[in-house]
Nanobody, 118 residues
Framework: QVHLVESGGGLVQPGGSLRLSCAAS????????MGWYRQAPGKQRELVAA???????NYANSVKGRFTISRDNAKGTLYLQMNSLKPEDTAVYYC????????????WGQGTQVTVSS
């Protein structure tokens, strides 16, 4: 069973920064590719960044150059540094194991709300 707790969201002005954290209570964390997802109102959840167990990263075009995903396998924690935030980044952000999401039926945490507004 995977237990994920996201934190670090909030209200920020355009151009601002936030750092999200995801604490994963699972032995699966260190050996699996992890991802940050987001879901805006009325839209489907989308993958914005992923990181392999070895640290290789990949980003959605919409966040490339602005967001940085990282992980601490010893702590079982995933991070997302978000810079130059835009109003279109407003969403609830979630983390999860990519393999579980692709397989279907993944459990999701409560997410953390990010609102970018002046």
């Amino acid at each position: 069973q995977v237990h994920l707790v996201e934190s670090g969201g909030g209200l920020v002005q355009p151009g601002g920064s936030l750092r999200l954290s995801c604490a994963a209570s699972t032995s699966l964390f260190s050996g699996n590719t992890m991802g940050w997802y987001r879901q805006a109102p009325g839209k489907q959840r989308e993958l914005v960044a992923a990181i392999t167990s070895g640290g290789n990263t990949n980003y959605a075009n919409s966040v490339k150059g602005r967001f940085t995903i990282s992980r601490d396998n010893a702590k079982g924690t995933l991070y997302l540094q978000m810079n130059s935030l835009k109003p279109e980044d407003t969403a609830v952000y979630y983390c999860n194991l990519l393999a579980l999401v692709i397989k279907g039926g993944a459990d999701w945490g409560q997410g953390t709300q990010v609102t970018v507004s002046s």
